[in-house]
């Protein structure tokens, strides 16, 4: 037997919770000064929640000696902790996920106490995005964003890509999202999810603007589910000027692209090969079945303004060739004019990147403005 007694230390931490206090809000980490802390739709608790979901009195925390106890209070949809429904109490650490209803919190501790209001970062939290992944898909919770494609000599906005967000704490990217959905196998019916409301938040750009849309990879292990998703857009908004976008990597049987590029022609949908260069480009069967545009990914491009000659004068070629074969080049990526200029100079006809507008939600678009000149 040991002559000391380790005691526990007394506490000096802030128990905080760190969530969205509704679907629609962004990320918070609140406080919890007092205590018992209890959590609610009713405006006389603690922590006031705003889901439909959540009970006017839902659960509460207590803390004695500085240990943290979750108590469920009787609610209709269930308290959870680290995705286990909660039978009357449990002692919480920190780090532990605490849901009440449909809302996700991360408990932690010993941080200075902040208001709540502070906008968290996106911590690439496996467990949290496992939980919120199940809304993402129940509640469809997904932001599209619009970033704009612009003809540089024009000097006009000719479309825009389609590119998924989320407002759901961990599930913000793409990748977090799809990291999930990959858990899950369910990348093809996230990445459909996307395109579907992608295109209901871009009705407003049809039809002058063409809309490049993506596909995941795996959805082309079953081209015919695919066609399908997309004759079902073509009848939901029949006049769309719209672009299917195929990561290079997934164009490896040139009869089954062939015979997608056919069924795509049938529903007036055109393709575009994506981040071509980003890893070993089947040259051989992207030429088999060209498609309608060819977007050089970013790293191919950025810095190409001072660039030596030698990596000039591939991707020179590489455009000529492009254009050769009946294919619209475009640039990803582009950050600066200097790399904008050289863009065109190289026969670029078309160009995306930062330098003409940040992917953004649909509304942040003027038209009137679009309409006239970048
Ligand atoms: O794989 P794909 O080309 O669809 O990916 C597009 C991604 O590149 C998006 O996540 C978008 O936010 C990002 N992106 C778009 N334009 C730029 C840019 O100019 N610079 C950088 N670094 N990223 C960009
Ligand atoms: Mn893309």
Request: proline content about 6%; hydrophobic content about 40%; charged content about 25%.
């Amino acid at each position: 037997m040991s002559a000391i007694t380790l005691s526990p230390r007394p506490a000096t931490g802030v128990w905080s919770l760190e969530g969205q206090l509704g679907p629609e809000e962004p990320s918070v980490r609140a406080s919890m000064e007092r205590f018992p802390f209890a959590v609610g739709r009713r405006s006389d608790v603690s922590l006031q929640l705003h889901s439909p979901a959540v009970s006017g009195k839902h659960a509460e925390f207590v803390e004695e000696q500085g240990s943290l106890t979750l108590r469920d209070l009787g609610s209709t949809n269930g308290t959870y902790v680290n995705g286990a429904r909660l039978r009357g109490e449990s002692p919480i650490s920190e780090g532990d996920l605490v849901q009440f209803a449909d809302l996700v919190f991360r408990v932690s501790k010993n941080r200075v106490p902040t208001q709540q209001g502070t906008l968290l970062h996106d911590g690439g939290d496996q467990a949290l995005a496992y939980l919120q992944f199940d809304r993402l898909m129940k509640d469809r919770a997904v932001v599209p964003f619009f970033q704009p494609i612009v003809n540089p000599k024009a000097n006009a906005v000719i479309g825009f890509e389609i590119l998924g967000r989320s407002r759901l704490f961990g599930l913000q990217n793409p990748k977090a999202m799809f990291h999930a959905a990959a858990q899950l196998k369910q990348e093809s019916q996230l990445s459909r999810i996307f395109r579907e409301e992608g295109l209901l938040a871009g009705k407003r750009f049809a039809p002058n603007f063409l809309l490049f849309v993506n596909t995941h990879p795996e959805e082309l292990r079953d081209v015919k589910t695919l066609v399908n998703s997309l004759a079902e857009a073509r009848t939901d908004f029949p006049d769309m000027s719209l672009v299917l976008e195929i990561h290079e990597s997934a164009v490896t049987s040139p009869d089954e692209m062939r015979s997608l590029r056919q069924s795509l022609l049938e529903l007036s949908i055109g393709i575009a090969y994506d981040d071509f260069g980003a890893g070993q480009a089947r040259l051989l069967e992207l030429i088999d079945v060209p498609p309608d545009y060819l977007k050089y990914d970013m790293k191919l491009v950025q810095g190409i303004a001072d660039a030596p000659a030698s990596r000039r004068l591939m991707l020179k070629s590489l455009v000529a060739m492009t254009k050769e074969l009946g294919v619209t080049p475009l640039a990803e990526g582009v950050e600066t004019r200097a790399d904008s200029d050289a863009c065109v100079e190289l026969g670029f006809d078309l160009i995306q990147g930062y330098l003409f507008g940040r992917p953004a939600p649909a509304e942040s678009f003027l038209l009137e403005a679009l309409e006239q000149q970048v």
